[in-house]
T-cell receptor
Framework: KQEVTQIPAALSVPEGENLVLNCSFT??????LQWFRQDPGKGLTSLLL?????REQTSGRLNASLDKSSGRSTLYIAASQPGDSATYLC????????????FGTGTRLKVLA | GAVVSQHPSRVICKSGTSVKIECRSL??????MFWYRQFPKQSLMLMAT?????????EQGVEKDKFLINHASLTLSTLTVTSAHPEDSSFYIC?????????????FGPGTRLTVL
């Protein structure tokens, strides 16, 4: 059974810091991995989607890497801003069984001005 | 990008009533839609997978007679919470899987906040 874990569960940093959020999954047989952002009481905003054949994706200040063999992904946020404060979720789609996302436990990020 | 809407965005109902939540793909056809539930400060948990024209597949522990799912067209899936109770209060989010896209990306709706009194 696929399990997805995110570390740390919560993070509070001063504005301007570079951050690394971690996501680990137990079954390396995945189609893709996706990072989302969720603001309080809101839905999900897709940040980056990494296909199983890719090693990283970049969008603006965000960079996500994928190491399938070790079952890990990292989300790097450069020059953090207060507006980055949110919960960040990673999700994987396994190649076995039905096509469905398994979500991680999330990291609650707070960037202080 | 592909857009998924949900209606209503927020609903408050009395215990024992039924509530229907709609999930629509606005600018694409979705053969498969997914329903998730999220309790406060927890992650999203998949409830069921809905395929157009066929019965939904429910995850273990999810009562199919309580959470009725209908996927009547390629752009609409509905989730009906029957005889709702306070423990059903949660944030319900749907997603839709696109046709014809190589990335097989799911697009998520904005969610529906259900409060059962």
């Amino acid at each position: 059974k696929q399990e997805v874990t995110q570390i740390p569960a919560a993070l509070s940093v001063p504005e301007g810091e570079n951050l690394v959020l971690n996501c680990s999954f137990t079954d390396s047989a995945i189609y893709n991995l996706q990072w989302f952002r969720q603001d309080p009481g809101k839905g999900l905003t897709s940040l980056l989607l990494i296909q199983s054949s890719q090693r990283e994706q970049t969008s603006g200040r965000l960079n996500a890497s994928l190491d399938k063999s070790s079952g890990r992904s990292t989300l790097y946020i450069a020059a953090s801003q207060p507006g980055d404060s949110a919960t960040y979720l990673c999700a994987v789609v396994a190649t076995s069984g039905t096509y469905k996302y398994i979500f991680g436990t999330g990291t609650r990020l707070k960037v202080l001005a | 990008g592909a857009v998924v809407s949900q209606h209503p965005s927020r609903v408050i109902c009395k215990s024992g009533t039924s509530v229907k939540i709609e999930c629509r793909s606005l600018d694409f056809q979705a053969t498969t839609m997914f329903w998730y539930r999220q309790f406060p400060k927890q992650s999203l948990m998949l409830m069921a997978t809905s395929n157009e024209g066929s019965k939904a597949t429910y995850e273990q522990g999810v009562e199919k007679d309580k959470f009725l799912i209908n996927h009547a067209s390629l752009t609409l899936s509905t989730l009906t919470v029957t005889s709702a109770h306070p423990e059903d209060s949660s944030f319900y989010i749907c997603s839709a899987l696109t046709l014809g896209f190589t990335s097989n990306e799911q697009f998520f709706g904005p969610g529906t906040r259900l409060t059962v009194l």
